[in-house]
């Protein structure tokens, strides 16, 4: 099978808890990675401030999951030996040969897996609790550069227009000097994860050079050599990525997009995508953000770049195997999103082997410790009405 090399980097900018000024900057941690550098499953960051503290722990048994809370200042560092206990690593990883329903005794059904309630993380029952599952990248054949307008989630099963390449289950290693995850996948497929926590808050040196606070943590996500089989030749591909956004039993979302404020160095695009989380009633104070914005090639140029456009999945009764659903049940969680994000537009020139592109996704808990635009979100009678 013909493999055409192609790189796709995600940029994943997560803004922490508070801002520059007059805010000391958040203490960090040490990472926690379990059970080993060579065979990780789970790595745990902790960042602590004089206001709260951010967590953010990766799963990377079954589907690939990024954890996301926030906590209270009183939260403390935990010690590798002192989070392994937390952990029931027989259920985990799924080597429990007797597994009962764990929600077996729930006056409700639930649709539980067996490694539910196999970690424990702080914060995760909060309002401000959620996670990321990189589901598959998904080769889509788009003969007629229609793009979005094109990509059907129902018609996935069509195999002349869909291929879905599945994340879970690879090997990965981590390089804990430069904080660095790498997998290399069937077919040729690698996929590196670098972490930056920086000392100053600044604009990144790299398109699209969003701003950043002192207190923000940048995920690279880079995928390479991504095998395209469909039609190979006519260069009519398209990558979609497939991500699910689970929340926790507290929190509730939504999604929208906007206008944005900080576009001098991306021209082109005028709308950032929100998806806004708070405590199922009616104000929303926690969001994650991102510009629609790819570049095809490493040299970050605004004129090697197209759009991303996102396609929503709609809503998700099960939550993904892994350490989302070690954590939550379709009972805590509910109306999880799924979302495709579809690189490329309708009518350009470069939909075929996407070979770099930006995601930049901030996540606020309290608006006023967002760098961008402070935002509360009012929900009434169907109609969403946003103050700054």
Not at 99 to 114: A, G, K, L, M, V
Not at 128 to 134: G, I, P, V, Y
Request: with cysteine; proline share 6%.
């Amino acid at each position: 099978m013909l493999l055409v090399r192609a790189a796709l980097v995600l940029a994943l900018v997560i803004i922490g808890a508070v801002a520059d000024d007059g805010i000391p900057p958040r203490q960090k941690c040490d990472v926690i990675v379990l059970p080993s550098a060579d065979d990780p499953k789970i790595i745990y960051y902790q960042l602590k401030s004089d206001t709260n503290a951010t967590h953010y722990v990766w799963g990377l048994q079954d589907i690939p999951t990024l954890f996301m809370s926030v906590t209270g200042p009183n939260s403390t560092c935990l010690t590798a030996e002192e989070f392994n206990k937390t952990i029931d690593w027989e259920k985990f990883l799924g080597d429990d040969d007797n597994c009962t329903d764990p929600c077996e005794t729930w006056p409700e059904p639930c649709n539980c897996t067996c490694n539910y309630g196999a970690v424990n993380i702080p914060g995760q029952d909060g309002e401000f609790a959620f996670a990321l599952t990189f589901n598959s990248l998904i080769e889509f054949y788009d003969s007629h550069s229609k793009a979005n307008k094109a990509f059907n989630p129902k018609h996935l099963n069509i195999s002349s227009l869909y291929s879905s390449y599945s994340l879970a289950d690879l090997k990965w290693t981590f390089n804990k000097d430069n904080n660095q995850l790498k997998t290399s996948g069937p077919k040729g497929l690698t996929w590196y994860i670098s972490l930056n926590v920086p000392t100053e808050g600044g604009r990144l040196d790299y398109f699209p050079k969003t701003l950043y606070t002192i207190n923000s943590t940048t995920f690279d996500f880079i995928f390479q050599n991504f095998p395209y089989q469909l039609h190979i030749g006519n260069n009519a591909s398209r990558l979609v990525l497939d991500v699910t956004i689970v929340h926790g039993p507290l929190s509730h979302g939504i999604l929208m997009s906007r206008f944005s404020r900080d576009d001098e160095y991306t021209p082109s695009i005028f709308i950032t995508y929100n998806y806004l989380f708070g405590n199922r009633g009616t104000m929303f104070q926690g969001f994650l953000q991102w510009k629609p914005i790819s570049y095809l090639s490493k040299a970050r140029k605004s004129t090697k770049s197209e759009q991303i456009n996102l396609v929503p999945g709609g809503d998700v009764d099960e939550v993904p195997v892994g350490l989302a659903s070690a954590l939550f049940n379709n009972c805590t969680s509910v109306n999880n999103t799924r979302v495709f994000l579809v690189m490329g537009t309708e009518g350009d020139d470069n939909n075929a082997n996407p070979n770099y592109v930006t995601w930049l996704v901030y996540f606020s808990n309290l608006c006023q410790y967002t760098p961008i635009a402070c935002c509360v979100v009012y929900v009434s009678n169907d109609s969403v009405v946003v103050e700054y």
